[in-house]
Nanobody
Framework: QVQLVESGGGSVQAGGSLRLSCAAS?????MGWFRQAPGKEREGVAI????????YYADSLKGRFTISQDNAKNTLYLQMNSLKPEDTAMYYC?????????????????WGQGTQVTVSS
């Protein structure tokens, strides 16, 4: 059974950091992070080829967020620094088996349940 299990969310003050993890039950071709704030559409944060071929970030988040992986553990990470209240959202891990083209959520077939990140001012 394919599973993506996120962890590491929580509450933090503005300027703080969090590291999210996503444990996958399968070595996917592409994995990524998305987020959805209340009343807003789900948006892409960062994605990467698990082969190491490339990583892609939402332009607005470059420099503050870093996506990485541990292939031996089939685990994806998202290091989030200098967090802002507008980063408050449910963060989802997603994966796909054959494409890694863009940060569009509909390009990803497998999804985790999400982990909540709350940033207070």
């Amino acid at each position: 059974q394919v599973q993506l299990v996120e962890s590491g969310g929580g509450s933090v003050q503005a300027g703080g950091s969090l590291r999210l993890s996503c444990a996958a039950s399968y070595p996917f071709y592409c994995m990524g992070w998305f987020r959805q704030a209340p009343g807003k559409e789900r948006e892409g944060v960062a994605i990467m080829y698990t082969s190491g071929k490339g990583t892609y970030y939402a332009d607005s988040l470059k420099g503050r967020f870093t996506i990485s992986q541990d292939n031996a553990k089939n685990t994806l990470y998202l290091q989030m620094n200098s967090l802002k209240p507008e980063d408050t959202a449910m963060y989802y891990c997603a994966a796909d088996t054959y494409r890694c083209r863009s940060l569009v959520p509909t390009n990803f077939y497998y999804w985790g349940q999400g982990t909540q990140v709350t940033v207070s001012s």
